[in-house]
Structures are given as structure tokens and as C-alpha cells.
């Protein structure tokens, strides 16, 4: 059995196409389970009113936190041989990923997206992800941010599933990367096809995060204030200003491009992937 893991919040504006593209692509017997914070609870596991996922569960808190939790309750009823998949709300496949995964858990305990297009990010992401439940038990596993690494402009950050990543190390197991595959890039990091089976839209809940591939964009000039001592309080006021009104008109543009995305794809076909890949 595959036991997919998935957190949507806010709006169901992902879970329709979500969970199409799984019944379109997911050849092995799967169930899904879902949290849906903030989102009417008739998109639960009420089949019969039309409802997408097996089970809900009702939880607050971090993206980790969440998948973490959905994690404990699958191993709770799951054998260690069955599947765990993690995947964005933002996150479906887009061609039936059963035989790379099978070819990938036959080298390494546990597969996953790096995103190594934001400024080589090294650890797993959770917009795919798939390990046997037993593994995720043994580690155990954690999406947990914690362990930091050199980020835009040699700033150290952490991010979801940096705490996997050093789990691994620790019990040296190695992990399979999926890549990013796309042959067009609207965007150096939203829009991305992984391994050409799995789609993430990029910050499909929250779009006005800049990512450290966008913030390593930032213009030096909006980096270094006045050396001037006299001059240097005021330099520093006016970068700053400049810097916002920077990093506020990315955004903007990157809402605009995901929005534009975004009715591509609920339009359905497969023009939208076409422009990808």
C-alpha cells in the first residue's frame, strides 16, 4: 500500500487538480491523507458527497508539524514495508512515478527533491518525497528546519527538512535527489517538474515568501549602505527603503506569474506542461 501525505491550507484552490492528477498517475493501490486547515471540512474523506482524500486530520501549527503528525498517524496503522509518499498541497504527478521510485528505493532508503536551483539548497523537500513507513520509523523521520547552510549573499538559513538531512547522515544512509527537469523556466524556482514525474507549483499557499534564489537576486547596491560615517545613518535608511520597495515589487510580479500559472493549469490539457518541459 502507498500512504500519500499532503497538507493544503487556507484554500482548496489545489486540492481538485491535486488529487486528479494522483487518480491519473498513481498505478499501485494508495490512500491519502490530507490536512485541510482553514479549509471547509466537505473536501474531507466523505466520498460519498464528494469529498477528495481517505482521511483528514485536524491540526494547527508549522508545514514540518503537520507532515510529521500525518506521518505518526499512518505508521500508526501501516506495515513498515508499505509506502510513504510526502507531497505539497501545491504538488502532483504528472506521469506515474511508481517505476522511478521503485528503481530508486532499490539504492537508497528514501527518495526526494532537492532544489538545487535555490542557491544549492542540500536537503530533501517535502513536495516529494517517498521512504517505506519502516525507515520513516527507524530514523525516525522529521521535517523539522534546524541544521543551517550558506545561503543568498553568504547568509546562513535552514529550511524544512533540514533536520532529515542530518538524520540521514547520522545513520549514514545515503538518499536518491530528484532534480529539477525543466526545459523552459519562467521562474529559476516556482513552476518546476522534478525528474519529469512531479509538478510543484512553488509557494502555492503562501506567494509572498521570497526564496533565497529571489533574495540572491537583490541588486549590491541594495547591500552596502554609505561607508561615510556622517552619511552612514542615512545611507543605511535609504537601502533599506529601496530594498523593500525591491523585494515588494518581486513579489508582486511573482503573485501575478503564479496566478497566471495557476489558471493554466485548472483549465486542464497539457498545454501549461508543454511550456515547462
Known amino acids: 500500500m502507498l500512504y500519500i501525505a499532503t497538507a493544503h491550507y487556507l484554500s482548496p484552490r489545489w486540492v481538485e487538480i491535486q488529487t486528479r492528477h494522483v487518480r491519473e498517475h498513481i498505478s499501485v493501490p494508495y490512500q491519502t491523507w490530507a490536512s485541510l486547515e482553514g479549509i471547509d471540512p466537505s473536501y474531507g474523506a466523505h466520498f460519498d458527497r464528494g469529498a477528495h482524500f481517505d482521511r483528514t486530520i485536524e491540526q494547527l501549527g508549522s508545514h514540518s508539524g503537520k507532515l510529521n503528525h500525518l506521518a505518526m498517524e499512518i505508521s500508526e496503522e501501516a506495515a513498515d514495508s508499505d509506502l510513504l509518499m510526502f507531497l505539497d498541497g501545491d504538488a502532483f504527478p504528472i506521469a506515474d512515478p511508481m517505476p522511478f521510485i521503485e528503481e530508486g528505493l532499490s539504492r537508497a532508503p528514501l527518495i526526494a527533491v532537492r532544489r538545487a536551483e535555490n542557491v544549492d539548497q542540500p536537503q530533501p523537500h517535502p513536495c516529494f518525497c517517498v521512504t517505506t513507513v519502516g525507515t520513516w520509523r527507524s530514523l525516525p523521520g522529521d521535517w523539522s528546519a534546524g541544521p543551517t547552510w550558506p545561503g543568498a549573499h553568504g547568509w546562513d538559513i535552514t529550511d524544512v527538512g533540514s533536520l532529515l538531512m542530518r ?39 503562501r506567494a509572498e515568501k521570497l526564496s533565497a534564489v529571489h533574495r540572491a537576486m537583490l541588486p549590491e547596491r541594495l547591500l552596502r549602505p554609505n561607508r561615510s560615517r556622517v552619511l552612514a545613518p542615512v545611507g543605511r535608511a535609504l537601502v533599506k527603503r529601496r530594498r523593500l520597495a525591491w523585494e515588494r515589487e518581486k513579489r508582486e510580479r511573482l ?23
Do not use: C, T
Not at 503573485?255 to 518541459?277: T, V
Open 167 to 205: 538524520e540521514l547522515e547520522l545513520a549514514g544512509m545515503e538518499w536518491v535527489e530528484v532534480l529539477r527537469s525543466n526545459r523552459r523556466n519562467p521562474d529559476p524556482l516556482y513552476f518546476a517538474v522534478y525528474g519529469d514525474i512531479v509538478y510543484h507549483h512553488g509557494a502555492g499557499f
Open 255 to 277: 503573485l501575478e506569474d503564479s496566478q497566471r500559472m495557476f489558471e493554466k493549469i485548472e483549465r486542464g490539457g497539457s498545454e501549461w506542461l508543454a511550456d515547462l518541459i
